[in-house]
């Protein structure tokens, strides 16, 4: 089993509309959830993280954590075409450690 | 501005040759990373230093090599025993155990090895 999993996609969301993704991972004591925005040819950009259980809003951005379900997920409100990228869930194990394990990362298209 | 610079963006080498990818930072973060992307993969850790003078392996630290002098530089280098080095190499940084987890990319360094 993977440790983090992601649909690689491609997700197809027309503009204007709420793009979902979401992302498993494996261990229970996972403590801390990233979403990086890749562009094709391009280094990841951070965009949000959450610590807590629960929703964190940026903009038009949410992160869900539910950490009983062992699930983070990524909404994206107004979905434009310039949000068409992949996007990459990390999880760090627990607090003292600072790696990273990436998922494979989702191909989203916002469809003009 | 701050930021992390890796330089080249892209390398070609011949087989056989050992090549150093260069990445540097003046954010004054502790920690920094080495990964390597595939097509289609996500990215792989392979080495890091959380202080200086001091550095990890990753997951698939065989055939690269890394130094620690600067808290501002982490250099990779790229063996001849790497079997497969044609990748998508990233650096990055973060503040550190205190100050959080998050990771900042450098622009990437594309290494061709033919």
């Known amino acids: 089993q993977k440790e983090v999993e992601q649909n690689s996609g491609p997700l197809s969301v027309p503009e204007g509309a709420i793009a979902s993704l979401n992302c498993t991972y494996s261990?229970?004591?996972?403590?801390?959830f990233f979403w990086y925005r890749q562009y094709s040819g391009k280094s990841p950009e951070l965009i949000m993280f959450?610590?807590?259980?629960g929703d964190k809003e940026d903009g038009r951005f949410t992160a869900q954590l539910n950490k009983a379900s062992q699930y983070v997920s990524l909404l994206i409100r107004d979905s434009q075409p310039s949000d068409s990228a992949t996007y990459l869930c990390?999880?760090?194990?627990?607090?003292?450690?600072?790696?990273?394990?990436f998922g494979t990362g989702t191909r989203l298209t916002i469809i003009p | 501005d701050g930021g992390i610079t890796q330089s080249p963006k892209y390398l070609f080498r011949k087989e056989g040759q050992n090549v150093t990818l260069s990445c540097e930072q003046n954010?004054?973060?502790?920690?920094m990373y080495w990964y390597r992307q595939d097509p289609g993969q996500g990215l792989r850790l392979i080495y890091y230093s959380q202080i200086v003078n001091d550095f990890q392996k990753g997951d698939i630290a065989e055939g690269y090599s890394v130094s620690r002098e600067k808290k501002e530089s982490f250099p990779l280098t790229v063996t001849s025993a790497q079997k497969n080095p044609t990748a998508f190499y990233l650096c990055?940084?973060?503040?550190?155990?205190?100050?959080?987890?998050?990771?900042?990319f450098g622009p990437g360094t594309r290494l061709t090895v033919t």
């Open positions: 959450i610590y807590s259980n």
């Open positions: 990055a940084s973060s503040k550190g155990l205190e100050d959080g987890y998050e990771q900042y």
């Open positions: 261990d229970r004591g996972s403590q801390s």
């Open positions: 954010l004054n973060h502790d920690a």
């Open positions: 990390a999880v760090n194990a627990f607090f003292g450690n600072e790696k990273l394990t």
